[in-house]
């Protein structure tokens, strides 16, 4: 015979049970939400990191635009307008001069904007284009571990601005004399370690520079993993993974 004090020992449980579970529930359900906004504030820091470098870029170019091609219009615009130019030989040297410096600049410009040889010749042979505009000044080991193959273009911009951004960084702030770039391409993922001989850094205090946040904001974007490396007098080592879909 079940008495009532068996009877209230039971409920009670039961009770307790309840509340137990709903506790975990709600504990889950306030996880779940805390995750839900850890993504948003992400997916924000993301977009900001990203019209940042949209803004940077737009900036650097309009320099470009104002300081060299629009000082060497001017300047070209003044000797051609004077009546004496081109009973001059020294004038016309100058114009002569000026005239493919321009033509250089515009294309430079051009490329900063967009990549155009990437669509036409691909990702490795504009990577040895850049090598090759910059070995007079740093000596680049380009490895390509395993045959590439093609990733979509709007991924292979990035990787390339990625690059270009890290070469950048070594020529104006490391002091190394070496850089390498190692690709290594799978059936699952695509690797890419980037790394100099310069003077190093402390990874904490660099990550306030532009430089720096480019190049995440872009890795972000394109969920890759990766990992920063580097020591005073070590240099600096970069080690990104993109999976192959």
Not at 182 to 205: C, E, M, Q
Not at 215 to 228: D, G, H, Q
Request: charged share 20%.
């Amino acid at each position: 015979m079940i008495t009532l004090n068996t009877i209230f020992a039971i409920t009670t449980i039961i009770i307790i049970i309840v509340f137990v579970i709903l506790f975990f529930l709600q504990t889950i359900i306030r996880e779940k939400n805390r995750q839900h906004q850890l993504e948003i504030q992400h997916q924000k820091n993301i977009l900001e990191q990203s019209i940042k470098t949209q803004e940077s870029e737009r900036k650097h170019i309009a320099t470009l635009l104002h300081d060299d091609i629009g000082n060497k219009l001017n300047i070209l615009s003044v000797w051609m307008n004077n009546p004496d130019t081109w009973n001059n030989e020294r004038s016309k040297e100058i114009i002569v001069k000026l005239i493919p410096d321009i033509i250089e600049t515009t294309r430079n410009i051009s490329h900063s904007l967009y990549p155009f040889n990437l669509e036409r010749f691909g990702l490795i042979l504009t990577i040895n284009e850049l090598i090759s505009n910059v070995e007079s000044s740093l000596a680049i080991q380009f490895i390509l571990i395993q045959k590439y193959k093609p990733a979509e273009i709007s991924i292979e911009v990035q990787l390339y601005r990625i690059i270009q951004e890290f070469l950048s960084n070594v020529l104006k702030h490391s002091g190394a004399n070496k850089m390498q770039i190692h690709i290594r391409d799978s059936v699952k993922s695509l690797s890419i370690l980037l790394s100099d001989n310069g003077k190093g850094f402390d990874i904490d205090s660099i990550k306030r520079g532009m430089g720096f946040r480019n190049i995440e904001s872009r890795l972000n974007s394109m969920n890759a993993a990766y990992k920063w490396k580097s020591e005073i007098n070590k240099g600096c080592q970069l080690l990104l993974v993109i999976p192959r879909i």
